[in-house]
């Protein structure tokens, strides 16, 4: 079970009601965030205090946290900048398939991400559900519904999610098609849903929104985030009805607000205190910007939009649906709306009906300059530096409204990033999260993460993995807020995050045959022939395997420091002495060790 790093009695309670089987916990933990921060509110990553971390782990991270760094990263060849941002990381292999894709840079990149899109029967994650025991992941949402959602007991009702969570990483540390698995990624912390508030349906909405068209149309992908029964309940809009004798015609503004806040416009074209009439208007007649009345006004667009379920009290039972449904009797028909200057006044059931209000209104806020700017500043972002300049972000806007009604929109716009002159000179402007850390480490090392998740959901090793993870703050769809997890540097470099995410990524290091079998990563078969290897050869082989690059090209300070660190007073350019190797718990536990400490140095934290 995974709750938020908040209040200890309302933890202790919570872990009561769920093992009772009382899933109304749920609601009341949302209502609960609600009340303390407000649906729009931006909170920063909740970092654990000093006294939960064991002092021993302190001291040994002393030194490690990535804002450390002695002088500026050198940029890296492109392909190691793929490997690393486009990527989960390198894979033993990957940086050398790259460069035989073309005879420059420019054609390997467009050649790689051709690739990327191409269907590969030998991708381990396209058979994961099965080959690792996942029962739950291909369930419609009507039986996600029925079989979990309303069963009291707790481990049925969170199976999906659990498989969800784990597939997830499976994905990314296995999948041939990386940079699928990273546009995902961003687009699910876009479209952020806390996991628990939605529990198994968070496979529908990975499934059936995300995946369906996240390398697709935004207007496509738009349209099925809203329509789906998780974005629908996690913010409310299952129960946007329109009631002229309630307080505020009944219109609940929640999911409007964050459509327009979070989803397209964003919050750098939101004008408070502003009247509509008061928001000048762009070259396309339309206002730049939305005031709080165009908020009011999209909530009104979407009365109706709901899930069968929500209204059975109205004499449908049982429900016959768990996914879309516009109910008539609950949309706003007596109103026209005005959203950004534009009239939408589908007051009739011809022409589509009232729930072209809706269409129209997402075909509005997909197709706006501002919604352009918006989500290509945020891809600049993930894929480039926590401040790409205004000039890609402008020119990435471009292709993203040139291409607004082509299936393939997402890619191009993508594409124009990763082909750009900025993303090819520019390095260490990101570092990874702890999901990234992670997952780039087990990929460095070839780990079978399915063997760990491929266990019983109960497994020690299992729940450990996953427990280890949510410390980090970085668990997939364990983001409270609707604003997804941070992707700047900032929350990431602190103590807690790291200290956590170096202790999870030592444990992986020092994993023996005894802790688990198959689970041993033999890192000293990976090594080498030690008995032949100097200690400044050891770490160049682990420095150039895990970061993708030369090890001379990475900080010459940091190298030094690991070299020191692997010779531990012995000459560093001369075979290991055969006192240590047979001593078997010394040398290959100081390899280990390197490895776990390579993983937490800039080199390897910088994307």
């Known amino acids: 079970m995974r709750f938020l790093p908040s209040d200890v009695t309302h933890q202790t309670t919570a872990r009561r009601l769920l093992g009772d089987g009382k899933l109304g916990v749920l609601q009341a933990e949302k209502a609960r965030r609600r009340s303390a921060f407000g649906s729009s509110s931006r909170q920063p990553l909740r970092r654990r205090s000093a006294e939960q971390i064991p002092p021993s782990v302190v001291a040994g991270y002393a ?48 050649a790689w991400i051709t ?25 419609v949402e009507g039986d996600l519904w ?19 969570e784990r597939r997830t990483i499976a994905r990314a540390t296995h999948s041939t098609r990386q940079l699928q698995e990273m546009i995902f990624g961003f687009w699910h912390n876009h479209f952020s849903i806390y996991g628990e508030d939605v529990g198994p349906m968070m496979v529908s909405f990975d499934r059936d929104a995300i995946r369906a068209h996240g390398m697709g149309n935004f207007r496509e992908l738009l349209g099925a985030v809203v329509k789906s029964w998780s974005m629908l309940a996690y913010l409310d809009n299952k129960y946007n009805s329109y009631a002229p004798w309630a307080e505020n015609d009944g219109i ?93 006044d589908n007051l009739s059931d011809s022409d589509g009906g009232t729930q072209a209000d809706g269409e129209q209104l997402l075909d509005l806020l997909s197709g706006h300059r501002g919604t352009a700017v918006f989500v290509s500043r945020k891809l600049c972002r993930r894929l480039l530096a926590d401040d790409p300049s205004e000039t890609l972000v402008q020119s990435t806007a471009d292709v993203f409204q040139a291409h607004a009604a082509s299936s393939d929109q997402i890619i191009r716009v993508v594409r124009h990033i990763a082909e750009s002159s900025e993303f090819a000179s520019t390095f260490g402007e990101k570092v990874k999260r702890p999901f990234e850390v992670i997952v780039s480490q087990m990929r460095g090392l070839d780990y079978d993460f399915g063997l760990t998740m491929g266990e019983d959901q109960q497994s020690g090793r299992a729940n450990w993995f996953m427990w280890q993870l949510y410390l980090t703050g970085n668990m997939p769809f364990g983001w409270g807020p609707p604003n997804g997890f941070p992707d700047v540097k900032a929350p990431w470099i602190g103590s807690s995050p790291r200290v956590l995410t170096w202790w999870f990524s030592n444990f992986l290091c020092h994993l023996q045959a005894s802790d688990g079998g198959p689970h041993y990563i033999d890192i000293e078969a990976l090594t080498g022939n030690l008995a032949t290897m100097t200690p400044t050869e050891i770490v160049d082989y682990w420095v150039e395997r895990l970061c993708g690059r030369d090890p001379l090209t990475v900080n010459s300070a940091e190298r030094s420091a690991l070299i020191d660190f692997m010779a531990d007073g012995d000459d560093a350019d001369a075979n290991l002495d055969p006192w240590r190797l047979a001593e078997d718990w010394r040398a290959p536990a100081q390899i280990r060790t390197l490895v776990s400490l390579i993983a937490m140095s800039p080199s390897f934290l910088y994307r």
């Open 252 to 344: 609940n503004e929640n999911f409007a607000r964050e459509l327009l806040e979070l989803h397209t416009l964003g919050d750098e074209h939101y004008y408070p205190g502003l009247t509509p009439d008061e928001v000048p208007n762009g070259t396309d007649g339309l206002k730049i910007g939305y005031t709080d009345t165009d908020v009011t006004q999209a909530a009104r667009c979407l009365t109706g939009w709901t899930t069968e379920d929500a209204y059975i009290w109205e004499g449908f039972w049982p429900p016959t649906q768990y996914e879309f449904s516009f109910y008539q009797d609950w949309h706003d028909v007596v109103n026209v709306k005005t959203v950004l200057g534009q009239s939408i």
């Open 115 to 139: 690739s990327q899109l191409a269907a590969d029967p030998t991708d381990p994650g396209a058979a994961l559900e099965v080959s690792w025991g996942f029962d739950t992941l291909t369930k």
């Open 63 to 110: 030194g490690q946290e990535v804002q450390s760094r002695a002088g500026e990263p050198t940029v890296p060849p492109l392909a190691t900048i793929v490997g690393q941002r486009l990527c989960y990381g390198p894979k033993d292999g990957d940086i050398a398939a790259f460069n035989a894709l073309g005879a420059n840079d420019a054609a390997r990149v467009s």
């Open 146 to 164: 029925e079989e979990h959602y309303r069963n009291p007991d707790w481990q049925v009702f969170i199976q999906p999610l659990n498989e969800l």
